[in-house]
């Protein structure tokens, strides 16, 4: 079952203290993440990049966010909205600009999954509650297979991140460390992808 | 901002103690439900029924639960699929069949909501990490105000329950009882639903 990896949200105006939208957990899973990403790469699978991306003037930001945007606007401007150092897609990854919670709202995710014949996705970013669970919740309704890496997603707390894996393994959803589906990748992917 | 009701799975086969997907805390919850139905009667403002219905050979059913649907199917045949004893749409009350986690997934919910004039959906039903956290993350990411009844959903824990309502909070969701809510309904939605 061909897999590929979905990087959401590792952007600065998440992931750096102080940052408007900071994940107290960001941090810390961001080698993790790092990590993933080499894997996929060395198996020969793709990588897809997902940022969440608002226009200047906050004309599609969510309802909910408009009056904390009005305050400090995030995610529309650069550094804010680039990715976090040390995280970089390669030429031909494909970069996937989201407006809300789930990356395959309102984008051509499922699109380019089904044309590259992906059946199984891997997410890595954050926040946990929010983007991945929503991204995890679609990607099952759409009957992907579904793995969420425990040390490569973050939230605010220890508490609220064990909450919501607890619940995904209930939907369904696989819940592995980075490590522990890097050591399951197809050996011959590399070989797979080059047909 | 004219509000409607989403009743979501009120079914046998989550209500029933026994019945294949049961809710722990669905029995306690549906007094509440039956409530907020009677309140947005009297308030003259519109009831949408939502129900996971699927077909008997199965061919809709998630991915994540073929082999569990194999062994013992559910909501495909009366009476696990019927509302539970208490709940019945009125004639002309939309009915809405739904095979996912989402109300808005694959269904003319968003449809139906736009041509009816609302900007604001109330949730009550089961179960809330499953079905009732799913669409409230997308009537937020098609902006429409959403309030989740604390007390008219359920979970198969208190901890879940109160664990998915803190999430949701945080993701702008607002969380009231059904009391609290009703007691804000506007006095004269009769008259403006009239018009």
Known sequence: MRQALLVIDLQNDFCLPGAPLFVAGAPACI?????????????????IWVMRRHRPDGCDIDRA???????RPFLCASPGVDLVEGLAPLP?????????WSA???????LLLRRAGIEHVVL?????PNCIRATACDAT???YECTVLSDATASESDAVQRANLDDLARMGVHILTTAELLARLPRRAA???AE
């Open 65 to 71: 966010r408009r009056a904390l945007f009005a305050v």
């Open 124 to 128: 890595a970013g954050v926040q946990t």
């Open 141 to 143: 309704s759409y009957d």
């Open 31 to 47: 080698p993790r993440a790092i990590a993933a990403v080499e894997g996929f790469r060395a198996a020969g699978l793709p990588v």
């Open 104 to 110: 395959f709202f309102a984008t051509d995710l499922d």
């Open 191 to 193: 070989a797979s992808a």
């Open 92 to 100: 031909g990854e494909p970069v996937i600009e989201k407006r809300r």
